[in-house]
């Protein structure tokens, strides 16, 4: 029976997919399965998810996964991984939602963040979450629906309701509404989680005015949060992982020691830099989060969040028509010596690191009669690139972080071309695994450590495989010219925000 039940299912719900995965204990992928979902935006500045969909999604692609991987009784536990800080309020009895999820890329929130600036209060909510105060974490989405939607906040009162992030509306949902947990790194991205206490903070609680008996607990990361209702998929399995998906790639990267570095490419674009056992306060707009909490050790993150980085890509897609799949921005970028004087700044949901502008709307300037759909596309692919020197030259002010490589991930890190073009705009070396998918990869080791697929860290570690390596060749003088366009271009974009 131990040798059988070698396989780890993992959940990966990201922001415009939801997928399965099957590895076995060699951390090779046996099966997957992906389901793209819809995107609402009812209004500018507004982006919902369906999570009843989603909840579909998650099921279908569960059980054609495990099927084609060789069946129920050869998996030993599942990870759950998931879009961060986008959150949902549902029905302890009937299951059913309140109101659509809030995905974390909605602005509806900014003016009452902006607010609370203006009152003075982000150095505490700072110093207390490691977070600032933006409507991208959760809590002031969390009060927007219990404030607008009739008898919410009652109910929430009443005990009737429970809130949660992703990971946890589909554990309760896999467990049949037997858990309402979360983990500590998603509750780390909250805005209502103490990181250095473990708690959820009762002055937090009161400032945006959110009921204790709505939120779920906290537990590590490697961890049996409950089984799956037998009903599911055959037989009741173990969920024995969980984690937000930044830091889920982190750990599929096995970024373990401090001073490793990984950027994931997804949606947006997330750098993570290990702090170790230290909760660095950063003075630089970085935020400071939970990385893990693995068998009693809990290590902290500085992090750079960027909102827009394959979401450009997608938006050349599905937006403008420019092109009909994402891997085709590759040759476009090649065919042209040079971008054109052409720069995208992609602030179509705001800006976050380190600029933190939530109203600032993208911008595409120097077109000229000589610019082309190939230029449009290489200057969203360059601007992933520019977004992310942005914030490395943040991790650079702070202690510990001088990095001298990155490890790469998520769906745009598939671009050679946009790989290359990072290692000349970072001047550092960039390394991309085999394994794309650390994501997926982070939550079953997750979960198998838990249930003794592997013993330790050190046996996650053996597994990364370098796949490529991307060494910077372009010369200063080019860099620097770049660099001062994209600089030009984003002073433009935040230009009438300043000056209100
Ligand atoms: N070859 C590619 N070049 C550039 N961008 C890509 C490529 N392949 C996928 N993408 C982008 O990567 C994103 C999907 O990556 P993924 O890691 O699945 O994201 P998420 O988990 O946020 O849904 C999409 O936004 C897509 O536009
Ligand atoms: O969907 P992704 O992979 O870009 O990740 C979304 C983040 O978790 C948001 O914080």
């Not at 993992?10 to 951390?27: C, E, H, K, N, P």
């Not at 969909?53 to 099927?67: A, F, H, P, Q």
């Not at 947006?268 to 989060?289: I, P, Q």
Request: proline content about 4%; charged content about 20%; hydrophobic content about 40%.
């Amino acid at each position: 029976m131990h040798n059988t039940r070698n396989h780890v299912l993992s959940i990966d719900q990201g922001t415009t997919s939801s997928r399965a995965i099957v590895f076995d204990d060699q951390a090779a992928e046996k099966a997957v399965f992906r389901k793209e979902f819809h995107q609402y935006y009812p209004t500018p500045g507004w982006v919902e998810h369906d999570v009843e969909e989603i909840w579909r999604d998650v099921v279908s692609v569960c059980k054609e996964t495990i099927y084609k991987a060789g069946g129920v009784d050869r998996i030993a536990s599942i990870g759950i991984t998931n879009q961060r800080e986008t959150i949902v309020v549902w029905d302890r009895i009937t299951h059913t939602t309140v109101y659509n999820a809030i995905v974390w890329q909605d602005r509806r929130t900014a003016e009452r963040c902006e607010a609370m600036k203006k009152e003075g209060l982000e150095p505490i909510v700072q110093q207390k979450t490691g977070l600032l105060l933006d409507p991208y974490f959760s809590a002031s989405k969390l009060a927007w629906i219990l404030d607008n939607v009739p008898n919410v906040r009652e109910r929430a009162e009443k005990g009737e309701l429970a809130a949660g992030t992703i990971d946890c509306f589909l554990l309760w949902k896999l467990t049949n509404g037997q858990v309402h947990a979360t983990d500590i790194t998603n509750a780390s991205r909250t805005l209502l989680f103490n990181i250095h206490e473990e708690e959820w903070d009762d002055d937090l609680l009161r400032l945006f005015n959110i009921p204790r008996a709505i939120l779920p607990k906290v537990h590590p990361n490697s961890h049996i949060y409950g089984e799956t209702h037998p009903t599911l998929f055959g037989r009741s399995i173990p969920i024995a992982g969980m984690a937000g998906d930044q830091q889920s790639a982190m750990i599929g990267q096995t970024c373990f020691k401090p001073g490793m570095v990984k950027s994931t490419y997804g949606t947006g674009c997330f750098m993570l830099l290990n702090t170790g056992d230290e909760a660095v306060n950063s003075e630089n707009r970085l935020l400071t989060t939970i990385a893990y909490q693995i068998n009693g050790v809990r290590h902290y993150a500085l992090e750079g969040s960027i909102f827009v980085a394959g979401a450009g890509i997608k938006w050349l897609r599905d937006g403008l028509g420019l092109i009909t799949y994402a891997a085709q921005t590759h040759d476009m970028a090649t065919r042209i010596p040079n971008n054109g004087g052409v720069y995208m700044v992609p602030a179509f949901v705001g800006m976050g690191a380190p600029y933190w502008m939530p109203d600032a709307k993208g911008m595409i300037c120097g077109l000229t009669l000589d610019s082309t759909a190939a230029h449009v596309a290489r200057a969203a692919l360059e601007s992933i690139a520019y977004q992310t020197y942005d914030l490395e030259n943040q991790f650079k002010k702070e202690a510990g972080g001088n990095t001298e490589t990155v490890r790469v991930d998520g769906g745009a890190a598939a671009n050679e071309w946009f790989c290359q073009f990072l290692a000349d705009i970072l001047d550092i070396k960039v390394e991309r695994p085999v394994q794309l998918e650390t994501t997926a990869l982070g939550a079953a080791f997750l979960a198998g450590l838990a249930t003794e697929v592997w013993p330790d860290l050190a046996a996650l570690e053996k597994t990364w495989k370098i796949g490529s390596v991307f060494e910077p060749k372009m010369k200063q003088p080019e860099r620097n010219q770049l660099l001062a366009g994209w600089k030009d271009a984003v002073a433009r974009t935040l230009l009438p925000h300043q000056a209100s």
